[in-house]
Nanobody, 115 residues
Framework: QVQLVESGGGLVQPGGSLRLSCAASGSIFTINTMGWYRQAPGKQREFVAHITGDSRTNYADSVKGRFTISQDNTNNTLYLQMNSLKPEDTALYYC?????????WGQGTQVTVSS
């Protein structure tokens, strides 16, 4: 079983920055991707960014150039550096891990961008 615990969310003004973290633990074998999704009130969950097992990164068009995904394999932690935040980035952000066998989700961390 894999556990994903997100942290780092909060309230930030437009133009500000936040860094989200996702600590992964448990029996982790072959990882296809680790990434971030978000869900705003009244909307479907959407892809934000992911990093593949061979360290390739992909981003949603809406966050390209503003968000950076990275990972620290020494402590199984995934990060999302979010810069130039906009009110439309307000959402519950979920960490996601996809292996050959299953897909895992964290509980989410709230990001609110407001003045």
């Amino acid at each position: 079983q894999v556990q994903l615990v997100e942290s780092g969310g909060g309230l930030v003004q437009p133009g500000g920055s936040l860094r989200l973290s996702c600590a992964a633990s448990g029996s982790i074998f072959t990882i296809n991707t680790m990434g971030w999704y978000r869900q705003a009130p009244g909307k479907q969950r959407e892809f934000v960014a992911h990093i593949t097992g061979d360290s390739r990164t992909n981003y949603a068009d809406s966050v390209k150039g503003r968000f950076t995904i990275s990972q620290d394999n020494t402590n199984n932690t995934l990060y999302l550096q979010m810069n130039s935040l906009k009110p439309e980035d307000t959402a519950l952000y979920y960490c996601n891990l996809e292996s050959r066998a299953a897909v895992y989700w964290g509980q989410g961390t709230q990001v609110t961008v407001s003045s």
